[in-house]
Nanobody, 114 residues
Framework: QVQLVESGGGLVRPGGSLRLSCAVS????????MAWYRQSPGKERESVAR???????VYAAPVQGRFGIFRDNAKNTVYLQMNRLKPDDTAVYYC????????WGQGTQVTVSS
């Protein structure tokens, strides 16, 4: 059973940075796509950033230029670097991976507040 474990969430002031990590129980090079989603209270879960096995990346418009998704194949870990955070970025962030079927992590809370 594939397991994805997120970490790195927390409370940060507007304008600050956080780096989320997603540790995967299998080789991440075997997944066709890996991504980060987020969900705020009362809103639907939305895609934030995704990366294909070939390294192509796509970002949601609200985070373009502020967030970066990258991976360390040796550590089987995918990261989400979040810069210039805004209160609207407050959400539970989920790691997602696809290999024949989708897999989700349990989520990590990010709160942006002064």
């Amino acid at each position: 059973q594939v397991q994805l474990v997120e970490s790195g969430g927390g409370l940060v002031r507007p304008g600050g940075s956080l780096r989320l990590s997603c540790a995967v129980s299998e080789s991440i090079s075997s997944f066709s796509t890996m991504a980060w989603y987020r969900q705020s209270p009362g809103k639907e879960r939305e895609s934030v950033a995704r990366m294909t096995s070939g390294g192509a990346t796509v970002y949601a418009a609200p985070v373009q230029g502020r967030f970066g998704i990258f991976r360390d194949n040796a550590k089987n870990t995918v990261y989400l670097q979040m810069n210039r955070l805004k209160p609207d970025d407050t959400a539970v962030y989920y790691c997602w991976a696809y290999k024949g079927e989708p897999y989700w992590g349990q989520g990590t809370q990010v709160t942006v507040s002064s």
